[in-house]
T-cell receptor, first 114, second 117 residues
Framework: DTGVSQDPRHKITKRGQNVTFRCDPI?????LYWYRQTLGQGPEFLTY????????KSRLLSDRFSAERPKGSFSTLEIQRTEQGDSAMYLC????????????FGPGTRLLVL | AQTVTQSQPEMSVQEAETVTLSCTYD???????LFWYKQPPSRQMILVIR??????QNATENRFSVNFQKAAKSFSLKISDSQLGDAAMYFC??????????????FGTGTRLQVFP
């Protein structure tokens, strides 16, 4: 167990609906990362936070995606007007501030857009 | 841009035998980090082993070791005395040095390892 939890674990939604995922790292994780993993592929970086500041966003993160980490603890990832192409596993990872520290992954949220 | 390539979609090994998973990467940076992560079916991704590019010595963690060839940009994972619990997807990942102010991981497409009794 990495100590990183994600909720929900599975989400089925209809195209056009909004969805929100939550990630809870442990308190030592100053940095928090979101990745997306589609079937047969490795995870792809979406965005990351250091404390509450969002420091980097991938070009993959379209305007329909928004992420927050309001108090530097848990984070949410919202997808508006979902599309079938958004179907994927969304992974969250926490990391302590020391650069050499490992990223600890949560179990992921599997999204299916019908 | 950095890329990571895993050319073996699937590998299999018999229990107690040794298997090597391949990974190559492309970068113009001289200092970086390389990782192998394991993702069991329906379970969390966990770190297997980590290598800092400035270290010439290959990293070892119990039954897991790497063969890091910096000039060839190759980073293979050797699993000795394979166990049934080693069955999983294995991802090779790259990370830029801290000075670049980005710690994102760049992953390969993964290798599915099957372990037979």
């Amino acid at each position: 167990d990495t100590g990183v939890s994600q909720d929900p674990r599975h989400k089925i939604t209809k195209r056009g609906q909004n969805v929100t995922f939550r990630c809870d790292p442990i308190s030592e994780h100053n940095r928090l990362y979101w990745y997306r993993q589609t079937l047969g592929q490795g995870p792809e970086f979406l965005t990351y936070f250091q404390n509450e500041a969002q420091l980097e966003k991938s070009r993959l993160l379209s305007d329909r995606f928004s992420a927050e980490r309001p108090k530097g603890s848990f984070s949410t990832l919202e997808i508006q007007r979902t599309e079938q192409g958004d179907s994927a596993m969304y992974l969250c990872a926490g990391q302590a501030l020391t650069p050499q520290e490992t990223q600890y992954f949560g179990p992921g949220t599997r999204l299916l857009v019908l | 841009a950095q890329t990571v390539t895993q050319s073996q979609p699937e590998m299999s090994v018999q229990e107690a035998e040794t298997v090597t998973l391949s990974c190559t990467y492309d970068t113009s940076e001289s200092d970086y980090y390389l990782f192998w992560y394991k993702q069991p079916p329906s379970r969390q991704m966990i770190l297997v082993i980590r290598q800092e590019a400035y270290k010439q010595q290959n990293a070892t963690e119990n039954r897991f070791s790497v063969n890091f060839q910096k000039a060839a940009k190759s980073f293979s994972l050797k699993i000795s005395d394979s166990q049934l619990g080693d069955a999983a997807m294995y991802f090779c990942a790259y990370r830029s040095p801290p000075a670049y102010n980005t710690d994102k991981l760049i992953f390969g497409t993964g290798t599915r390892l099957q372990v037979f009794p």
